[in-house]
């Protein structure tokens, strides 16, 4: 069966009033891409998608993406031609002591929903994968090749999609993007989306809140790591950019017959003081720290080796260097904060 379609026909977003999705939303919006969002908002915001609304062509679907019957009838009403899935729990930590949501969300839902896809006759798929599908770096930076040997349930679902995808692949020539994210940071202050996860665990908007004395001084796990200054290195990518890499994929996966795995990161990592010494830097107050023990689970260094995305997509990152990704973040947190 062939199940190209044409590359302006409507795309199904699942997940597309989270942070990385919301963000995808208005920038295709933008860019004149009709949009369909599901989302079941079980920790997206309705509100994300409204300036995507407000600039293009996007239906809101308020339901859940396993919803197979759901999904098939968005494709038929819609006449969708491809999808995007960003729907996912994203927390490590949440994922080591209850894998049991993990599993069901990121891994049952998701092929509830790629299977619906499948039945209804639409075959690209670009799909949110992580950096964390590779477990413990053998050798850095970090290329496509690298053993996939996840260390933590979150890393194992997706790289459990990912397998599910290439079988699809060849069975069906279902052709998918499988995008494994570095560490994903930054917002679309003028468009005010940006984080806003509950509880927030990530470095960016934690250190910004430090800086702003909200929430106390940041915890950093860490500092006896072999590293230049022994905390944590991390490939910090901007969202912008992420959206960017996903609208190229859909333009690959329409324009030739095949799927792809790619990191999305820059290949150059920043420490955990360089973002604190960042966003120091921006918001023009110190930030108030305490070293504390390591977290579990954290490697040293996760830094992307990302010619494949250059090279296949003609993907540069244009928003990610480090201050511009404090900023976007720091822009977005001062305007949620205002009255
Ligand atoms: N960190 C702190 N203090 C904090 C928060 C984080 O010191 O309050 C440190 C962490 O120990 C780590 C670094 O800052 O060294 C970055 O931590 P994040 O929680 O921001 O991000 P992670 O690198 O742990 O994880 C991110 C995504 C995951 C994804 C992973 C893949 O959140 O979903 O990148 O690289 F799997």
Redesign the pocket.
């Known amino acids: 069966m062939t199940i190209r379609g044409n590359v302006q026909s409507p795309i199904l977003v699942a997940g597309g009033a989270g942070f990385i999705g919301s963000t995808f939303v208005y920038l295709a919006a933008k860019a004149g891409r009709k949009l369909v969002v599901l989302d079941d908002l079980s920790t997206g915001h309705r509100g994300a998608v409204a300036a995507a609304e407000a600039v293009g062509d996007v239906r809101f679907v308020a339901g859940d993406v396993a919803d197979g019957p759901l999904v098939e009838e968005i494709v038929a009403e819609y006449k969708i031609g491809a999808a995007v899935h960003f729907a996912a729990r ?1 927390e ?1 930590g949440e994922s080591v002591r209850d894998p049991a949501q993990f599993w069901d969300r990121n891994f049952v839902a998701t092929l509830r929903f790629v299977d619906a896809l499948r039945r209804a006759g639409v075959g690209r798929l670009v799909f949110s994968s ?3 599908v590779y477990g413990i770096p053998a050798r850095e930076p970090l290329d496509e090749a690298h053993p996939c040997a996840p260390v933590n349930p ?2 194992a679902t997706k790289l459990a999609v990912e397998q599910m995808l290439a079988s699809y692949d060849r069975a069906y020539q279902f052709r998918s993007a499988r995008l494994r994210y ?2 994903a940071a930054g917002a679309l202050p003028e468009a005010g989306l940006g984080e806003r996860h509950d509880p927030e ?3 960016i908007p ?1 250190v910004i809140a430090a800086a702003l004395g909200q929430g106390g001084p ?4 860490g500092d006896d790591f072999p590293t230049r200054d022994g905390t ?1 290195v ?1 490939d910090y990518v901007h969202v912008a950019d992420l959206a960017d890499a996903h609208l190229r994929a859909l333009d690959f996966l329409a324009e030739r017959d095949e799927s792809l795995t790619a990191n999305l990161g820059t290949g150059n990592g920043a420490t ?1 003081r360089e973002v604190i010494e960042a966003a120091a830097a921006v918001t023009g107050k110190p930030v108030p720290y305490a070293i504390c023990g390591r ?1 579990e689970g ?1 490697p040293p260094t ?1 830094v992307a080796a990302s010619g494949h995305a250059r090279a296949a997509l003609g993907w540069t990152p244009q928003r990610s260097d480090l201050t511009t990704i404090v900023e976007d973040a720091y822009r977005f947190f001062v305007a949620r904060n205002t009255p």
């Open positions: 994203i490590v992580t950096a964390a979150y890393g570095f560490n665990t990530h470095l934690n940041l915890s950093v796990f944590c991390r955990v977290r954290d996760l």
